[in-house]
């Protein structure tokens, strides 16, 4: 009878914890309702395995969120000891290109600067540097290294054809690597299972998302909320709509769980605030979707 009762509970909390996403669900959609954008949420809880998806098979395009399958693939090759984490590096100031977003170029704006890779790695993920970003795709001989190794490792809806430079160069380009929303879910949902990477790079890499300082998902969420993360945005056209505003990652609830979302904010005709304010309301209503 004990046993019975002991069971009895265990169904009761695990429904309650399997609910939580199903319920924050009317939640979102309240937040994108009538707004003039295409929002897709993906959302995984690995504590129960439940998923969230709302244009979950949609394809949106990546911008700097492609910089997360980068950084994956140039750590597979120092697992693999093509390179090292503490091997230094030249930027050369050849490949500091103007008007682009870098960190690396404010700060070093002569070039020719030595830095070691992991230091590279953490400007291309953290501070989201697109002058890093390729600097690591010339090491790795081209975007299309990335496409291929991530559809090795069976995520098929994905697209990476080009640099942050050559994204740049139109509006057209911005849209060439794209992924869906599931298919980041997936992607996250190995590397957190540390089946992408050894323990120390993916100690790194989760380190380095840690710090990612672009973006608003925790604009809304307790100072000391864990969120490893990496954004991707994009500026407007003439017609004032913005090709994407995306954040994805995993969190840590106030309960412990681990959740991974990819929110991804296409053909927007709202504001910047706009955007990254629907990001941060979602990330509001995963995070409070467990109460003490």
């Known amino acids: ?149 991530i559809h090795n490792k069976g995520i098929s809806d994905v697209n990476i054809e080009k640099n942050e430079q050559e994204l740049n160069m139109s509006w057209d380009a911005m849209f060439i690597n794209w992924t869906t929303p599931k298919s980041l879910i997936e992607l996250l949902k190995l590397f957190h299972n540390q089946k992408l990477l050894d323990a120390e790079t993916h100690s790194f890499l989760w380190q380095a998302m840690l710090e990612t300082s672009t973006g608003s998902i925790k604009d809304k969420l307790p100072q000391d909320a864990v969120v490893a993360h990496k954004t991707g945005a994009s500026g407007f056209n003439e017609k004032g709509v913005s090709a994407a505003t995306n954040d994805v990652g995993i969190m840590v609830l106030p309960d412990g769980r681990h959740i991974a979302f990819a929110i991804f904010i296409t053909d927007s005709n709202e504001t910047a605030e706009t955007n990254y304010s629907i990001i941060a309301e979602i990330a509001n209503l995963v995070y409070n979707s467990v109460r003490d």
């Open 1 to 149: 009878m004990k046993k019975f009762v002991l069971f009895a509970i265990a169904v009761v909390f695990n429904h309650m914890a399997f609910s939580q996403i199903s319920l924050v669900k009317k939640e979102i959609e309240k937040v994108i309702d009538h707004k003039k954008a295409t929002v897709g949420v993906a959302l995984y809880d690995f504590t129960n395995g439940e998923t969230l998806n709302i244009n979950g098979e949609k394809r949106f395009p990546m911008q700097s969120v492609f910089k997360f399958h980068v950084a994956l693939a140039v750590l597979n090759e120092v697992d693999h000891k093509k390179f090292e984490l503490n091997q230094n590096m030249i930027m050369p100031r050849a490949d500091l290109h103007p008007n682009t977003w870098s960190p690396i170029r404010e700060k070093y704006p002569e070039g020719d600067v030595q830095l070691t890779l992991s230091e590279i790695i953490k400007y291309n993920v953290s501070q989201s540097d697109n002058n890093a970003c390729d600097l690591l795709l010339k090491m790795l001989g081209g975007a299309s290294t990335v496409n291929t190794y």
